[in-house]
């Protein structure tokens, strides 16, 4: 069996060969983050992957992360590690359902707001795509004449409605691995560590928000944390955002929001990439996102319409 060393180096050998560029999501296993050549949020990634020279494009993140890679560089060769790697989000919204949603209450001409956790068919039925980190943005500039319909995340759509004072109909959707962090759980750990921040993402649950000292995505929670006069930080989101916070702010404590007890924080989808699948995919150049041309073409128009008003 081959040691994470040599396998670590026949993939930056791969790399090479192939000229790919390795872009991994802040919930990826740590060795994967270790020999990315970037590391971000999907916001982070998106870009990245719209700026990237190289001809390939390794994403260690989930599906829709990697559709999201393909749809704004269709010339590039975009392969992810394990084409399983779905999202809970992504699945509680079908875009069949959301065709016929809008169809039912056509009359209501809603503004399409789809948060990029979700599929190619959803983000062509969009006006404009979100991520965590710039929804409060590009929400502000939403056509003030159009009712809202924000998808597939209800959590994430209430938290931006609150920030905007937006009223939006929200989609029945959630993310499996923030709705089990429970307020009970966080009041626990803030009487474990007194003087402790409560930092959380926005797709947690209202009564979870309501503790948090901040909320932001992912990639902000580095600056918050650094900058911040506090020593020790209670993190509620998936475990994988800890290893990238304890590496580049190593002078504070972070405390993952998940006990032993329960196996909350982690996203099994996130942790399907291993180092011997991305050798593999490398390798083979499969499992490879491929999209009908026509469908790609209406979901870029609403995700380069964010990334137009994300500047
Ligand atoms: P970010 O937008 O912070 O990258 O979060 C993506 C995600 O999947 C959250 O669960
Ligand atoms: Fe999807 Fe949740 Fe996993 Fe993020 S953490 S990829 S939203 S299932």
Redesign the pocket.
């Known amino acids: 069996r081959m040691g994470t060393l040599d396998l670590r180096e026949e993939i930056l050998r791969l790399k090479k060969e192939r000229n790919a560029v390795i872009l991994a ?3 990826q296993r740590p060795e994967i983050q270790d020999l990315a050549d970037f590391v971000g ?3 982070a990634l998106a870009r990245k992957a719209q700026e990237t020279d190289c001809d390939v494009i390794a994403f260690c993140g989930v599906h829709f992360m990697a559709e999201t890679a393909c749809i704004l560089n269709p010339t590039k060769t975009v392969i992810l590690p394990d084409a399983d790697a779905a ?1 809970s989000l992504e699945a509680s919204c079908p875009a069949g359902e959301l065709e016929s949603f809008l169809k039912e209450h056509a009359d209501r001409n809603y503004y399409v707001v789809a948060y990029v ?1 979700c599929s190619i068919g959803v983000k062509a039925l969009a006006d404009v795509i979100v ?3 710039n929804a409060k943005t590009i929400i502000e500039k939403a056509p003030k004449d159009r009712p809202i319909l924000f998808v597939p995340d209800q959590n994430l759509g209430a938290w931006t409605s609150r920030q905007t004072g937006r009223e939006m109909t929200l989609w029945n959707g959630a ?1 499996h ?2 709705l089990e962090f429970t307020r009970q759980q966080i009041l626990d750990l803030k009487a474990a560590h007194p003087g402790a921040l409560v930092v959380c ?1 926005p ?1 947690c649950t209202e009564p979870v928000r309501l503790l948090a000292d901040h909320i932001c ?3 902000k929670m580095i600056p918050f944390c650094r900058e911040s006069d506090a020593a020790r930080f209670i993190i509620v989101t ?1 475990t994988g955002i800890l290893h990238r916070l304890r590496k580049l702010v190593p002078d504070k404590e972070f405390i993952p929001a998940s006990t032993p007890q329960c196996s909350c924080g982690e996203c099994v989808y996130m942790k399907m990439n291993t180092l011997e699948k991305l050798r593999d995919a490398l390798a083979s150049l499969s499992p490879r996102i491929e999209i009908p041309e026509e469908l790609r073409l209406r979901a870029h128009a609403p995700l380069q319409r964010m990334l137009d008003l994300s500047l």
Do not use: I, P, Q, R
Request: aromatic share 4%; charged share 20%.
């Open positions: 999501h802040s919930y949020d999907s916001l999202c956790n991520t965590s980190g993310c691995v923030h993402h797709e995505s992912t990639e998936e």
